[in-house]
Antibody
Framework: QVQLQESGPGLVKPSQTLSLTCTVS??????????WSWIRQPAGKGLEWIGR???????NYNPSLKSRVTISVDTSKNQFSLKLSSVTAADTAVYYC????????????????WGQGTLVTVSS | QSVLTQPPSVSGAPGQRVTISCTGS?????????VHWYQQLPGTAPKLLIY???NRPSGVPDRFSGSKSGTSASLAITGLQAEDEADYYC????????????FGTGTKVTVL
């Protein structure tokens, strides 16, 4: 059973960089046809996809966040990470990491395993 | 910035059937892309409920079913149970500048 666990600071100052890591257990991050993603959810609001990475290092980002987001992977540690720069209060949210299962086309892509989420608050 | 529209809330008595709609556009559901559904129990992470429009992962009760037609999709819950009280989100692929993967606005299901 694959498990994902987010870790990182719960409080970030405005204009600074938010950094989170997702540790994958129960399987190798390099096995199978999976992307690895970050998704966030402001309190009381819906889900927003942030970006995805393949173990080759190939990435795709949400255009609304692209200028501030970097996702990287460390296969030796079975981890992938998120950096979001120049944060503001609008970036306060629960951040989830998730495994993105791929299929015959991108249409089939769905998030089959999720971490428990970590709350990141942007405040001085 | 959700591009898939869901009703904010639906409710039903135990044992009843409820449905949740998910309306998209020509750049996502209407383009033929699959719809997937997630259940988010209070205070927990979302959990995959339906994938590929109508497929249930192992362990998901057959009370949950999904369908898609045109630019919309639906999630049906039959034999509603108290444990089904949660938020439900649809998700699809999008070919516009909204981002590769878009989610619905979310629907709160209340068991009366």
């Amino acid at each position: 059973q694959v498990q994902l666990q987010e870790s990182g600071p719960g409080l970030v100052k405005p204009s600074q960089t938010l950094s989170l890591t997702c540790t994958v257990s129960g399987g190798s991050i390099s096995s199978g046809s999976y992307y690895w993603s970050w998704i966030r959810q402001p309190a009381g609001k819906g889900l927003e996809w942030i970006g995805r990475i393949y173990t080759s290092g190939s990435t795709n980002y949400n255009p609304s966040l692209k200028s501030r987001v970097t996702i990287s992977v460390d296969t030796s540690k079975n981890q992938f990470s998120l950096k979001l720069s120049s944060v503001t209060a609008a970036d306060t949210a629960v951040y989830y990491c998730a495994r993105l299962a791929q299929g015959y086309s991108s249409s089939w892509d769905h998030f089959d395993y999720w971490g428990q989420g970590t709350l990141v608050t942007v405040s001085s | 910035q959700s591009v898939l529209t869901q009703p904010p809330s639906v409710s039903g008595a135990p044992g009843q059937r409820v449905t949740i709609s998910c309306t998209g556009s020509s750049s996502n559901i209407g383009a033929g892309y699959d719809v997937h559904w997630y259940q988010q129990l209070p205070g927990t992470a979302p959990k995959l409920l339906i994938y590929g429009n109508s497929n249930r992962p192992s362990g998901v009760p057959d009370r949950f079913s999904g369908s898609k037609s045109g630019t919309s999709a639906s999630l049906a819950i039959t034999g509603l149970q108290a444990e089904d009280e949660a938020d439900y989100y649809c998700q699809s692929y999008d070919s516009s500048l909204s981002g590769l993967y878009v989610f619905g606005t979310g629907t709160k299901v209340t068991v009366l």
